[in-house]
């Protein structure tokens, strides 16, 4: 059916790509806007398809999918950047996205041994170690267990890791987008160690997942029982199996590679176990030679998501709408400030929506484009008084080795036409 | 349930089961199984299973992880982290390689095989010279690592950006224009982002 072309009937090419394309080129978009103009546009003075005829009833998508129009918001991967897709990154499209909360299908995913198909007829998950009874539940089991709703960000400890020595992927989905943010339900770790009876020499946590990487961190005792969650569904539905059907652990504000998906064994013990998760990798090398080691938080950070490379100024000067994100993984964010001239001056955003300890926290900045050249940066407070520093203050002070937390302050350069570049400056 | 757990729920794990599932060592050697194994018995078992990724001497294929030599160079501009010039503890091979390698075909050696690959991964990063060389429970922790005393604490709040916490700039807060000194499309390797022209 004509109605799910791309092309209008005046001929302008409506997708994505076609508008980018002519509005990028100039000229053909606008005068043939102006001739539609002129006698009226026939997207209004013509009865369209979808006027006439009739659509897909109730039955054609028992599970629904977005527009195919959207069909371009997906989540990408860098080949390059690992040996294997299996044991590799993908990102969220944050350009396309708004709010705070991102759609399950579009959550970045990370796997070290590919994504673990398991019925959770047969998922297991066991407590044992410094515990008065070791523990074995079935998921029937833990829905048993009392629930609760969270609203948390999980950002990879890599997110923007690529950036240490300069601008280097264009665009917010490949800088920033191993981010993701969702409504975790799921059972207070608290319980299920209650359950155990964590010994009083009981210090630390081995989590533990069922892939093929038996993906393994350990946790501070204190942690757990603050604020982890054993979560089993997502935006309201099950886990998707890329993050961690069905089972994950949910570690507010602490680097993603500790959420350990497909969760089966918790251990209880009194010592770190050293693993090769939190020893070879998610230990950050400064330049003197020393690495950090057991860095768990994510710091304050926050990027411009539109415009960016991926998402440029279409429509020419006049009235725009700067937007991004803004998060911590100590607690709220409380400011978030935009410069439009690389730094030299900023203004205060108006933070919109729901502002939710260690969440992703939505920014605007509506502003009216002269247009002229911006070099566009954001920078993020939260609420203990971290600000977010610039990626010069962090090279100063850890080397360009780092791989892991990077959270400087990123620049967009915008050029006359309003296309977007990742950019450092001076 | 069979215990009195606060909410009776879940059931006691069997000793079997906790065998079954309990793999991990730790550095004080916590959890290393029975066994032993030689260089010279874990050359074989490492052309057969994990040269074809890492190489016959650990310096790695393409971009699949290289396991020895960089010693002396995590000050460097481009550091080599392996085993021998980074890893910080013994117990993380043994532990890892047989909680996940081979890539694809996970816990498919023996404890003596796993043995014997550490031994071998030590041997090609010079820790250890004698192919006889025998590792096992009652050696395994006498074998110290080269980079282990080069860890520190998360000591990230105390860096100067951050320790300040005040209110930052506002106006006037760089000297003179702003320059570009770098741009991402002169890298150009952000990956097309297909048809829909994403990722420039």
Known sequence: MSGRNNKSKSGVDTSRRGFLTAGLAGGAALAATGMARANGDPLITEIQDWNRYLGDGVDAAPYGMPSEFEAHVVRRDVPWLTADPVSSVNFTPLHELDGIITPNGLCFERHHGGVAEIDPADHRLMIHGLVERPLVFTMQDLMRFPRENRIYFLECAANSGMEWRGSQLNGCQFTHGMVHCVVYTGVPLKYLLDEAGVKTSGKWLLAEGADAAAMTRSIPIEKALEDCLVAFKMNGEALRPEQGYPVRLVVPGWEGNMWIKWLRRLEVGDEPWGQREETSKYTDLLANGQARRHTWAMEVKSVITSPSPQAPIAHGPGRTVITGLAWSGNGRIDRVDVSLDGGRNWRPARIDGPSISKALHRFYLDIDWDGSEMLLQSRAMDETGMIQPMKDELRAARGENSIYHNNGIQTWHVNGDGVAENVEVS | ?200
Not at chain 2, 51 to 65: K, L, M, N, T, Y
Request: hydrophobic content about 30%; aromatic content about 8%.
């Open chain 2, 1 to 200: 349930a069979d215990h009195d757990g606060p909410m009776k729920l879940g059931r006691l794990a069997t000793e079997d089961e906790i065998a079954a599932w309990d793999i991990d060592i730790r550095p004080d050697g916590l959890g290393l199984p029975p066994g032993r194994g030689t260089v010279a018995q874990g050359e074989p078992i490492y052309t057969d299973n994990c040269a074809v990724c890492h190489g016959d001497f650990g310096e790695g294929i393409g971009r699949w992880p290289v396991l020895a030599g960089g010693q002396d160079t995590l000050t460097n501009e481009r550091p080599i982290k392996t085993v021998g010039s980074y890893w910080p503890y013994l117990s993380t091979v043994y532990d890892y390689i047989r909680r996940a390698m081979p890539f694809g075909n996970a816990r498919s050696l023996t404890d003596d095989e796993v043995y014997a690959l550490t031994a071998y991964v030590l041997y090609l990063n010079d820790i250890v010279d004698d192919e006889e060389f025998e590792l096992s429970p009652d050696n395994f922790t006498e074998i110290g690592m080269p980079n282990e005393d080069n860890f520190i604490p998360d000591t990230r709040p105390a860096e100067e950006h951050y320790a300040e916490k005040t209110e930052p700039c506002m106006s006037d807060c760089k000297p003179g224009p702003v320059k570009i000194t770098m741009r991402a499309q002169v890298l150009d390797v952000t990956p097309d982002g297909d048809e829909e022209g994403g990722g420039a």
